[in-house]
């Protein structure tokens, strides 16, 4: 499968400032999702991130919060936004190469809000 | 909405210990089924994989058969590892239901194996 690199690994914020994770993939995939990983917690999706167009979120989060972008078939960002450390979490990109494979992660930002 | 039930952590075995981590999934459609390991620092592998009832996935020793009649995907492993010791996260995707290819997880199962 392709393989994904995130970054940054990790950062500690302050509270109020937004942090852009950037995710890359070294071949053309067909959808990118971005997941958050709260401390012990399981994963929860953001957002699936739509090529050329406003990405699609999940209930609970929104674009003002979490704005995305995708520009082509390999890269992505999402914004952590206004922070507070409530946003303290590993944020982890994931993407699909077709229908039908199946879904692989980068290595994740570990976020620390302070 | 599609759903997960995975069981509760954490769980220790000694080296060469049978292993089961059970797994329910609720789902309108046909989904996909897939357990996920996450080794200490590290992001998320896929493990192993059932696209259809009864299909057996298995990788590393590691096993889970696609149960519909008991919408079950339970992992077993015959004699874990040291090396064994993550987080096992049960997962499910309708792919065929195109559009909704994303992934719903469990809430994962800690793993430690002692020697």
């Known amino acids: 499968s392709a393989v994904i690199s995130q970054k940054p690994s990790r950062d500690i914020c302050q509270r109020g400032t937004s942090l852009t994770i950037q995710c890359q993939v070294d071949s053309q995939v067909t959808m990118m999702f971005w997941y958050r990983q709260q401390p012990g917690q399981s994963l929860t999706l953001i957002a699936t991130?739509?090529?050329?167009?406003?990405?699609?979120?999940e209930s609970g989060f929104v674009i003002d919060k979490f704005p995305i972008s995708r520009p082509n078939l390999t890269f992505s960002t999402l914004t952590v936004s206004n922070m507070s450390p409530e946003d303290s979490s590993i944020y982890l990109c994931?993407?699909?190469?077709?229908?039908?494979?199946?879904?692989?992660f980068g290595q994740g930002t570990r976020l620390t809000v302070v | 909405g599609d759903s997960v039930t995975q069981m509760e952590g954490p769980v220790t075995l000694s080296e060469e210990a049978f292993l089961t981590i059970n797994c329910t999934y609720t789902a309108t459609g046909y989904p996909s089924l897939f357990w996920y390991v996450q080794y200490p620092g590290e992001g998320l592998q896929l493990l192993l994989k059932a696209t259809k009832a009864d299909d057996k996935g298995s990788n590393k020793g590691f096993e889970a058969t696609y149960r519909k009649e008991t919408t079950s995907f339970h992992l077993e492993k015959g004699s874990v590892q040291v090396s064994d010791s993550a987080v096992y996260f049960c997962?499910?995707?309708?792919?065929?239901?195109?559009?909704?290819?994303?992934?719903?997880f469990g809430t994962g199962t800690r793993l430690t194996i002692i020697p």
């Open positions: 997962a499910l995707s309708d792919y065929a239901n195109f559009g909704n290819e994303k992934l719903t």
């Open positions: 991130a739509n090529q050329g167009s406003e990405a699609t979120y």
């Open positions: 994931s993407a699909l190469q077709g229908r039908n494979t199946e879904a692989f």
